[in-house]
């Protein structure tokens, strides 16, 4: 069974930090390209980092490039996000997934961050 379970959230202060960790199972990790996704209370679901798994290509949502920094790790079947000056408008459910999209979605991992 194919898994991505995102983990790491929790509730920071504006200006903090939080690294969100993507374990990863169920199929072949280093032959897809891994995303984050976020979605804010009353708001779609969006796009916010994507990395290849071929040629290292990467790409950032604007509203978090220079802040955030996606990372992958195929030894351990892992992705990562590393968030830094976190904003009260980054609050939401986290999720990874497979790049392009098809697996269900995991319960993702809850980002607070107060003003």
């Known amino acids: 069974e194919v898994q991505l379970q995102a983990s790491g959230g929790g509730l920071v202060q504006a200006g903090e930090s939080l690294r969100l960790s993507c374990a990863a199972s169920g199929f072949t990790f280093d032959e897809y390209a891994i995303g984050w996704f976020r979605q804010a209370p009353g708001k779609e679901r969006e796009g916010v980092a994507i990395?290849?798994?071929?040629?290292?290509?990467?790409y950032y949502a604007d509203s978090v490039k220079g802040r955030f920094t996606i990372s992958r790790d195929n030894a351990k079947n892992t992705v990562y996000l590393q968030m830094n000056s976190l904003k009260p408008e980054d609050t939401a459910v986290y999720y990874c997934?497979?790049?392009?999209?098809?697996?269900?979605w995991g319960k993702g991992t809850l980002v607070t961050v107060s003003s």
């Open positions: 997934n497979r790049v392009p999209l098809g697996t269900p």
């Open positions: 990395i290849s798994n071929t040629d290292g290509s990467i």
